[in-house]
């Protein structure tokens, strides 16, 4: 990911909490394999495990999601785990996580460049996470290590969908949340040899606010009523979003 300065964002904690709101990340993996592409990516909502935020630290965290062992990236994943002892995969993987609203930019929301020289082209606004690290694959179905990460994880991540994405907190008239015990016992333990799990550890994280911040005041400003006129959820989202990374970056700048 290029991580150009005044996008960047440095704080492990931000992004972190990032990741959080946004759980659905991309996995790509490079695996060497007679039988399946060298390159495979599938997207998997992940439960973030936070370590330390010092970004020095070894491990910074851990993400933990599970996928279909039919899945031919699953595959080559477990035939490359099945060759270590550790069930670690040799190559790094990365994650990739992206916000939910994004939008392409038009040079007609610069209101003070394009009158006074035209030099300004389209671009795109978005806000990104990407996360590199070995993975430890739970893939033998049999073992009972297995079967309690696997329980673990789908616990925890139907909770985390089901009260902060779906708001199910039985709390404030809200209904409460679906439980993984609401289904048979027989039936998830099915579903569990039908799927294996990943844990990521966290030992490298970047990741940017592309929120115009490059530009200047008054065409941040065009910016923002062009996002806000156009009556859209996520226009109102973005003109907020720009708003708030432009005065940090002014903020940034007085203080320099």
Same mark, same amino acid.
């Given at each position: 990911?290029?991580?150009?300065?005044?996008?960047?964002?440095?704080?492990?904690?931000?992004?972190?909490?990032?990741?959080?709101?946004?759980? /659905?990340?991309?996995?790509?993996?490079?695996?060497?394999?007679?039988?399946?592409?060298? /390159?495979?990516?599938?997207?998997?909502?992940?439960?973030?495990?936070?370590?330390?935020?010092?970004?020095?630290?070894?491990?910074?965290?851990?993400?933990?999601?599970?996928?279909?062992?039919?899945?031919?990236?699953?595959?080559?994943? =477990?035939?490359?785990?099945?060759?270590?002892?550790?069930?670690?995969?040799?190559?790094?993987?990365? =994650? /990739?996580?992206?916000?939910?609203?994004?939008?392409?930019?038009?040079?007609?929301?610069?209101? %003070?460049?394009?009158?006074?020289?035209?030099?300004?082209?389209?671009?795109?606004?978005?806000?990104?996470?990407?996360?590199?690290?070995?993975?430890?694959?739970?893939?033998?179905?049999?073992?009972?290590?297995?079967?309690?990460? /696997?329980?673990?994880?789908?616990?925890?991540?139907?909770?985390?969908? %089901?009260?902060?994405?779906?708001?199910?907190?039985?709390? +404030?008239?809200?209904?409460?949340?679906?439980?993984?015990?609401?289904?048979?016992?027989?039936?998830?333990?099915?579903?569990?040899?039908?799927? =294996?799990? =990943?844990?990521?550890?966290? +030992?490298?994280?970047?990741?940017?606010?592309?929120?115009?911040? %490059?530009?200047?005041?008054?065409?941040?400003?065009?910016?923002?009523?062009?996002?806000?006129?156009?009556?859209?959820?996520?226009?109102?989202?973005?003109?907020?979003?720009?708003?708030?990374?432009? %005065?940090?970056?002014?903020?940034?700048?007085?203080?320099?």
């Amino acid at each position: 990911m290029y991580l150009r300065a005044v996008h960047a964002e440095p704080s492990i904690k931000v992004l972190f909490d990032f990741i959080k709101e946004n759980p /659905l990340g991309i996995l790509t993996t490079a695996i060497p394999s007679p039988s399946y592409p060298f /390159l495979q990516s599938s997207h998997i909502p992940w439960v973030l495990d936070t370590i330390s935020d010092d970004p020095d630290a070894s491990v910074k965290g851990r993400l933990r999601g599970h996928m279909a062992r039919q899945n031919p990236q699953a595959k080559a994943i =477990i035939e490359a785990a099945s060759t270590s002892s550790t069930r670690k995969i040799q190559q790094d993987v990365m =994650i /990739l996580f992206t916000g939910p609203h994004h939008h392409y930019v038009t040079p007609k929301f610069y209101t %003070e460049t394009k009158p006074a020289t035209g030099k300004v082209v389209p671009t795109w606004n978005y806000a990104a996470a990407q996360v590199y690290g070995k993975a430890t694959i739970y893939y033998d179905s049999s073992s009972e290590e297995t079967s309690q990460y /696997l329980s673990q994880q789908i616990h925890d991540l139907s909770h985390l969908c %089901e009260t902060s994405i779906m708001g199910h907190t039985d709390q +404030e008239g809200k209904p409460g949340p679906w439980n993984v015990s609401d289904a048979p016992d027989r039936y998830i333990d099915i579903m569990k040899k039908n799927i =294996i799990g =990943i844990e990521v550890s966290i +030992e490298s994280i970047g990741g940017k606010f592309k929120m115009s911040q %490059e530009m200047g005041e008054k065409d941040r400003e065009g910016i923002i009523d062009g996002f806000s006129n156009l009556g859209s959820d996520v226009g109102n989202h973005l003109a907020g979003t720009i708003k708030e990374r432009g %005065e940090m970056k002014d903020a940034a700048k007085m203080k320099q």
